[in-house]
């Protein structure tokens, strides 16, 4: 057979890489950069080649399986969805809807059957809906609500064009961007210095892109809050702020000094665990820029204080005079531009709470922190059935280990996912989708965050099986199964047949069409998918334009930098820290802030299964400075038990100077070795479950995000790892293995 490559993207994280693949037959031989690609350019990360991995890897479920005792086994998929469909109708009809719970995991942005996701959230009208979203990028969503009227109005960063770019909180050398899609991140960071701009990376860990940067600040965890409050005192006092900027797009600037009168960068710097004098300076650079942005993440959202961060993130960029300007924060023009509309849609914060009535739901959803709670705890509106799609709770959030017997404890768990993952292995059934590289696709999610206005194909590299699903055809079967309807036989084949017509491409095609630069609007010369599909690297619409004042959904079109409950919560926190109770300062009796690390050939739980992303060493290690390992005598590469108020897990020590003193790092979707997970690689060097450490109720005061990057720990050292725990996988894995 004659080899041939097929463009498309790489769907593993935001950056959505343009990949050439190509074929031999069935097997995919070579996975390389498309330099066509308008976004990427050619630059892919050594993910890349996992999209080839999970095509063929053997662990990877073809058809739905049933539980049969301990094991799984195959049923057919007209079988499977009758047997869900009866299994969920009854509980429904016993205990009413809420008593379906449903989880969205993180991939599921990553294609757009997640439309069909929504749409099954919809018809299950229950109040227990959890997504990552809850441990991510909730206080973003949050902020953006509050101060632009919209939760899609996430800002991105013009990185491109910015002079000056001051991260907090994100790695994006790693992990590629979040919330602003910008593959090969590390190269464009390298351009802001080559134009003659400054980086500056505030973390407490010299991270990757802290190497690529001008200056390191070493923050404490928790301690931006302080950092930024002082920034926006030096501001306010020294008249460093762009006054005209403000009189044309904001409100609320009159609280805002009052607040920040007193945290002066000498009270603050204790707290923050940054010097006056680099408080004062970067204040004074970020003013004195031609443009600056702070583009701030995952690190600071993961903190109590995660909503007033990024508030006062963008607060700083819109009175610097950075907002909806060219090399600030910014917002795409996306073909299918969803801001536009969303703000039309009800944000419903507290329209309820979970049952012990600390959260609030917020844009329909209870943060995952409940989700245990939710099925364990007995009594009226209990959780007795749950649907994943897509995700591993299990590994991904804190649930103090109990998450596992919640699950068992179900009348029925139904999980759409193409692995016996750590959560799906207690579903009475399992739906997998087809593999990505036998899907088409049109993603209409990141061009809303991207860095350049573009839209994308995503060609089938492989026919479908003949019996294979996508996402979607599996969640508008499961829809099918739940729409209250008589007659559900004739009925059932009827819907089937009318969703059919809806394929999320299909969809996306006519949302093209009618968006701002779609064939409907602008004929024959507009924008359309065929136009996508015919040009292998998709098509560039050119720069971020500046245009929020169409976008803002506040009733005064001004964007609102004085919440009054922002104010307040503001207040508290620097009260309680005059107090002697900052939000950096040890408690519970623990020595040690623990925070979370990425690692560039991982990502989140799912691709430990592959051998080319697990090789070399044990990466599940926990990072210690010099200083803190030579108190407590420990020395690198011994196993230590790190201890939290909730668990203690044991992982490999690694003493590094990178990591700031009184901080250490250990990533997540680790502890593989769980009974009866399909990762058979993934099993043979597990690492340790990082979120049995994490408290669930330590959680962002406003969007009820988990606070996982707050956690105070104790490190000792430990007798041994446990079995296996750690050991280096090519010295397991078989030949075959490491082969395919
Ligand atoms: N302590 C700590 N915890 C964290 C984080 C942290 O920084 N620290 N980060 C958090 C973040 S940002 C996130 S996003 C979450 C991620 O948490 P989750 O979304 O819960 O978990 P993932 O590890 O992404 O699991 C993905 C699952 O989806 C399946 N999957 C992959 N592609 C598809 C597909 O196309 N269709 C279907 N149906 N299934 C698919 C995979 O097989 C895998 O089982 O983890 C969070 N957890
Ligand atoms: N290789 C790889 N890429 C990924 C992923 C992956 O797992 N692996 N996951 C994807 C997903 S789902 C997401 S959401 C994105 C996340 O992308 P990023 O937001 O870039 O996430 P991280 O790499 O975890 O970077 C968070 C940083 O915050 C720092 N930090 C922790 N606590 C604090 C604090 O209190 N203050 C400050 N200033 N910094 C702090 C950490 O040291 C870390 O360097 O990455 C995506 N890309
Ligand atoms: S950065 Fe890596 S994982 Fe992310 S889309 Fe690009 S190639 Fe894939
Ligand atoms: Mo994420």
């Known amino acids: ?116 996701g929504a749409l099954l959230r919809a018809v299950l009208l229950t109040r227990n809906f959890f997504s990552a979203s809850s441990i991510d990028q909730f206080p973003q969503e949050f902020v953006a609500w509050r101060m632009f009227g919209s939760n899609v109005l996430m800002p991105v960063i013009d990185i491109d064009r910015t002079d000056r770019l001051v991260i907090l909180g994100a790695n994006p050398a790693v992990s590629n961007g979040s919330i602003t899609t910008m593959p090969n991140a590390k190269q464009r960071i390298k351009d802001v210095r080559g134009r003659g701009g400054k980086v500056v ?45 403000i009189r044309a797009q904001c409100t609320g600037w009159e609280q805002l000094r009052p607040l920040v009168a007193e945290a002066t960068p000498e009270q603050m710097a204790p707290h923050a665990g940054v010097d006056a004098a680099t408080i004062r300076v970067l204040a004074r650079e970020h003013a004195a820029a031609s443009s600056a942005v702070l583009y701030a993440r995952i690190g600071v959202c993961q903190q109590v204080t995660g909503t007033l961060t990024h508030w006062l993130v963008n607060t700083i960029n819109a009175v610097t005079g950075n907002l909806d300007r060219v090399g600030g924060q910014m917002f795409a023009t996306p073909p299918i531009d969803a801001a536009r509309f969303a703000k039309y849609l009800p944000m419903g914060y507290g329209a309820w709470t979970d049952r012990s009535g600390t959260y609030k739901a917020f844009r329909t959803e209870l943060p995952v922190a409940v989700l245990a709670d939710e099925i364990l705890t007995e009594g009226a509106g209990r959780i007795r059935a749950m649907i994943t799609y897509a995700g591993n709770p299990t590994l991904s959030t804190p649930q103090r280990g109990r998450l596992g017997a919640a699950l068992d404890s179900l009348d029925f768990y139904v999980a759409v996912d193409m692995y016996v993952n750590e959560t799906t292995r207690h579903a009475d059934i399992i739906l997998p989708p ?65 969703f059919e017509q809806f394929s999320p491409v299909r969809l996306a095609t006519a949302g093209v069409a009618a968006g701002p630069y779609g064939v409907l609007r602008r004929g024959r010369k507009g924008l359309s998918v065929a136009k996508a599909r015919a040009s292998a690297g998709g098509i560039d619409l050119g720069p971020l334009r500046p245009r929020l004042r169409a976008l803002l959904g506040t009733r005064d079109r001004k ?173 397991q894995i078989s030949e075959e293995q490491l082969t395919t």
């Open 559 to 731: 964007v609102h930098l004085a919440p009054a409950d922002f104010l307040a919560a503001a207040h508290t926190v620097l009260a309680d820290a005059r107090a002697g109770s900052a939000i950096t300062t040890p408690a519970d009796g623990y020595d040690l802030k623990l925070i979370g690390r990425r690692h560039l050939r991982s990502n989140n739980s799912w691709l430990h299964n592959l051998p080319p992303m697990v090789k070399g060493r044990d990466r599940c290690t926990a990072l210690m400075h010099p200083a803190d390992a030579a108190e407590r005598g420990l020395s690198d590469g011994e196993p230590v038990t790190v201890t939290s108020k909730t668990g203690a897990i044991v992982v490999t020590l690694e003493v590094s100077d990178d990591i700031r003193a009184g901080t250490i790092a250990i990533p997540h979707g680790w502890g593989h070795q769980e009974p009866g997970v399909g990762w058979r690689v993934a099993a043979q060097l597990p690492g340790a479950n990082v979120n049995l450490l994490h408290d669930p109720s330590l959680t962002d005061v406003f969007s009820g995000n988990a606070a996982v990057n707050n956690t105070w720990v104790s490190v000792t050292r430990a007798p041994a790892l446990p079995a296996s725990v750690g050991a280096d996988p090519a010295e």
């Open 1 to 116: 057979m004659s080899a041939t490559t097929i463009a498309r993207q790489c769907t593993l994280c935001e950056a959505h890489c343009g990949i050439l693949v190509t074929v031999d037959g069935p097997q995919v031989t070579r996975i390389e950069g498309n330099p066509a690609d308008v976004l990427s350019q050619g630059y892919i990360c050594p993910k890349a080649t996992a999209m080839g991995g999970l095509h063929h890897d053997p662990d990877r479920l073809r058809t739905p399986v049933r539980r049969v005792g301990d094991r799984f086994e195959p049923i057919g998929w007209d079988e499977a969805f009758r047997e869900i469909g009866q299994r969920l109708r009854a509980v429904r009809s016993t205990y009413g809807p809420s008593a379906i719970g449903m989880y969205l995991g993180n991939p599921a942005a990553h294609s757009s059957s997640v439309i069909y």
């Open 434 to 498: 087809i593999s990505p590289l036998e899907r088409e696709d049109v993603n209409i999610l990141f061009p809303v965050f991207s860095v350049r206005n573009n839209l994308r194909y995503d060609a089938r590299v492989f026919d479908p099986p003949a019996d294979g699903l996508e996402d979607w055809q599996i969640l508008a079967r499961l829809i099918t199964e739940l729409v209250p309807i008589p007659a559900r036989r004739f009925t059932t084949r009827a819907l089937n047949t009318l």
């Open 201 to 245: 990376v505030i973390d407490p860990r010299r991270t990757e892109t802290a190497r690529l940067a001008d200056q390191h600040v070493a923050v404490s965890p928790g301690g931006d809050v302080y950092l930024l409050l002082a920034m926006l005192h030096v501001l306010i006092a020294e008249n460093l702020c762009d006054d005209d900027a």
